[in-house]
């Protein structure tokens, strides 16, 4: 992602990390999702977001994340609960999975979560 510095000048200030979200999927799949971080410009949000899964082993325990969300994306995660990290464009748009970890997500997976991440 490209931000225009001449619009953003303490990034920083504007990022929120946010707390996990947390998912069923038909399969009885159940992940854990940390959405990265949510930045705006001029109080309207960025159009891109990432957000890190991993399978839920603390059944929907917020406090299992802290560990997670410090290092994320900026270096390889080693964590075998990893199933990589999903990027949601606009709206309507499409997205982007980077299998960037052990597990990984079948089509039918990410089409569920992708729905349920934008209800």
């Known amino acids: 992602m490209v931000l225009n510095c ?5 990034l920083s200030d504007t990022l929120q990390y946010m707390v996990p979200l947390f ?32 399978l839920d082993v603390a059944k929907g325990d917020p406090q299992q994340s802290k560990n997670k969300e410090s ?5 390889r995660v080693k964590d ?4 990589g990290y999903l990027t ?5 748009s499409g ?3 980077t299998e960037d970890g052990r597990k990984h997500l079948s089509t ?10 934008k209800e």
């Open 6 to 10: 001449s619009v953003i000048t303490h």
């Open 23 to 54: 998912f069923s999927l038909g399969n009885r799949l159940e992940l854990m999702v940390i959405p990265d971080s949510d930045a705006h410009v001029n109080g309207q949000t960025i159009l891109i977001n990432t957000y890190s899964i991993f």
């Open 71 to 75: 290092s994320l994306h900026l270096e």
């Open 80 to 83: 075998p609960d990893y199933f």
């Open 88 to 92: 949601l464009k606009k709206p309507g």
């Open 95 to 97: 997205f982007t999975y």
């Open 108 to 117: 039918d997976e990410l089409e569920q979560l992708v729905e349920q991440i």
